[in-house]
């Protein structure tokens, strides 16, 4: 199949052997038929004939990304966000890839900006909310998915995934609670162990200070009573 695309894309080529679409089109039917060197020359050739175009570095970024190749796709993404800075795709993808590299803060960052430029992109909100869930941040995790509930409304799926980490968020509060008062009952213990006798003697030495205190008092009332 893609091979067939990729021939009749050539015999365009041949004809318009600079046209730009043409050249990305071979570019990604090539990534798609796994062949990484010949798909990256043709991206190389579309920048050549194009010079700095977004849509070309955001194609060759998702190339380079399929195959790994991380530090380069995130080069490209910054090119393209050189050329379009307020361009929200350009942010969230950027975001994408690195939270595919496992550098969730860094595409927490990267949704942001994509949130800051398009605040209506339910994914956006979504993306930031599975990247906060990464880093255990539940709450914070649970207020984006919210925003991305208010953003699209009949989405079930955000519901569900909202509701499940809910779960899990209620979960931890009460597994926290019952840890500190785990903690709370071993230092209460060790120092019952560590003072406990003293505060004994303490209670007991004050126990007979009360006591006599009143035993005076009543003394001197029999005192002026005798009198």
């Known amino acids: ?37 010949e798909a990256f020359s043709y991206f190389e050739k579309a920048i050549k004939v194009e010079g700095r175009n977004y849509d070309v570095y955001i194609d060759y970024a998702i190339a380079k990304g399929e195959f790994k190749i991380f530090k380069d796709a995130v080069e490209l ?17 950027l975001g994408n890839l690195y939270y595919d590299m496992g550098q969730f803060g860094e595409a927490i960052k990267a949704y942001e900006k994509a ?15 599975n990247a906060l ?11 984006s998915y919210r925003e991305a509930i208010r953003m699209c409304p009949d989405n079930d799926e955000y519901k569900l995934i909202y509701l499940q980490i809910l779960d899990e968020f209620i979960i931890n509060q009460d597994n926290k609670l019952k840890k500190k008062e785990q903690q709370l009952k071993i230092k209460e213990d060790l120092i019952y162990e560590r003072y406990g006798i003293k505060k004994r003697f303490f ?14 008092i009543n003394t001197k009332k029999e005192d002026k009573n005798a009198k």
């Open 1 to 37: 199949m893609y091979d067939k695309a990729f021939a009749c894309y050539k015999k365009i080529l041949d004809k318009y052997p600079d046209n730009k679409e043409v050249l990305v089109y071979i570019a990604k039917a090539l990534v798609l038929m796994k062949k990484k060197k």
């Open 133 to 143: 869930y990464m880093q255990k941040d539940l709450a914070l995790a649970l207020k």
């Open 115 to 129: 949130i800051k430029y398009d605040y209506k992109d339910s994914i956006a909100h979504m993306s930031k909310g």
């Open 203 to 216: 209670i007991i030495r004050w126990y007979w200070k009360i006591i006599n205190f009143f035993k005076k």
């Open 77 to 93: 993404y910054q090119k393209a966000i050189e050329e379009e800075p307020k361009n929200h795709t350009a942010h969230l993808l």
